[in-house]
């Protein structure tokens, strides 16, 4: 008899746990369910983003389409097109790779977040460094619950010019944590300047059906006079297309220490690494004057700022609020934007153009879903 049970009873305990094995096939065979595991496994290992991705599975648990729809807002673009390298930043570092044989290290390159360094007032999650003299007292809650003006009545009309005082700013091309200094990162090629960055926040514009301008115009030919150059471009767009509701004059930072080592400002967003974004907004103090609307860039500023910090938290570096003008007076919604610093890679600019492109995405299909 007690054979008889042992036997019946292994063979219970086998059917079961071929019935669990097929099971567990079976459910790990679907579509979403390997997207999501697949996607997170490859891209977001235990970076800040992974977490929060897995805490907002495991919170509801079922697939509410979170790769789509919670970061990139428009489903034509998946979370793995903003993370992938193109194809021709990959064929430029492949070109250095082979080309940098003979490299000498001259100086350190430090990667380092820019977060609570010199912040004057935390609103939320926006941090702004106010190096004003006059303005220490704007109410920046206040400010930051107005909302930018911003009215697309017509998607195929020019809502957005990007362009580039400092046209032929550009990256290091390897991370390697050292940099040569016979290597100039300044470049006339629209494939490494800052005209390949500004194409990565146009296509992402482009994407979500708005129709952009981007100007690709060298403007630093002479470095002295750029701005008085690249003004005369901006004036021209906005008598030809009034219809633009922003305007973006996309940078890159330089930052060197008294050692001569370099920082490149650096985010992990969604497992890779992205350099960081200063947005700078300007304001009529002292010598500045002519500059009515500044409080109108300052409250796109403070919008654009809020809404990359909530899609993608540590990419932006302190909102840089300060007595300037750079040719910021010449419309509202009108910003400078630093994308990272001259020791970040181009891969790291170019990512952050993409994560800058979907934030202004969500930015304006916000205004649409009110007007």
């Known amino acids: 008899m007690k054979n008889r049970f042992d036997t019946i ?31 997170i496994g490859r891209n977001l290992s235990t970076s800040a983003s992974a977490k929060v991705y897995m805490n907002n599975l495991l919170s509801d648990g079922k697939d509410k389409n979170i790769l789509t729809s919670d970061r990139t807002v428009y489903t034509a673009n998946p979370l793995d097109e903003l993370t992938r390298t193109p194809e021709d930043i990959k064929q430029l570092i492949e070109t250095a790779k082979a080309n940098s044989a003979d490299d000498k290290k001259d100086g350190n390159i430090i990667s380092k977040p820019y977060m609570q360094n010199s912040v004057s007032k935390k609103v939320g999650n926006v941090l702004v ?3 004003t ?17 911003i009215n697309i009545t017509d998607k195929s009309k020019p809502a957005v010019l990007i362009f580039h005082t400092h046209t032929t700013e550009s990256y290091e091309m390897l991370d390697r944590g050292w940099y040569a ?7 006339n090629s629209a494939e490494r300047n800052m005209v390949r ?75 890779k690494d992205a350099a960081q974004i200063m947005i ?5 103090e002292g010598k500045v004057t002519d500059f009515p609307g500044w409080k109108k860039n300052l409250t796109f500023a403070l919008e654009l700022q809020s809404v990359c910090e909530e899609m993608y938290p540590g990419l932006m570096r302190p909102v ?39 934030a202004l995405v969500k930015l304006l299909n916000s205004t649409q879903s009110k007007g």
């Open 320 to 358: 840089y609020f300060c007595q300037r003008k750079y040719n910021m007076d010449l419309s509202q919604n009108n910003l400078l934007v630093e994308m990272g610093s001259s020791a970040n890679t181009l891969e790291e600019a170019a990512y952050s153009g993409r994560l800058l492109g979907s």
């Open 181 to 187: 200094q016979d290597y100039i990162t300044r470049s």
């Open 133 to 149: 003299t006059t303005q220490q007292s704007l109410d920046l809650e206040r400010i930051l619950q107005d909302k930018p003006e």
């Open 129 to 131: 460094r106010n190096n």
């Open 280 to 284: 700078i907004s300007g304001c009529e």
């Open 9 to 39: 009873y292994n063979a219970v305990t086998l059917l079961t746990a071929v019935f669990t094995v097929a099971a567990i096939a079976f459910i790990t065979s679907s579509a979403p369910y390997a997207a999501i595991v697949g996607f």
């Open 197 to 271: 960055v500004g194409k990565e926040i146009k296509q992402q514009l482009e994407k979500a059906g708005y129709s952009v301008i981007h100007d690709t115009e060298i403007h630093d030919a002479k470095y002295t006079g750029a701005y008085a150059h690249s003004r005369k471009s901006v004036e021209d767009y906005l008598k030809k297309h009034p219809e633009i509701q922003i305007v973006l004059d996309v940078h890159r930072d330089a930052i060197e220490q008294d050692d001569g080592t370099r920082i490149k400002p650096t985010a992990n967003i969604l497992g």
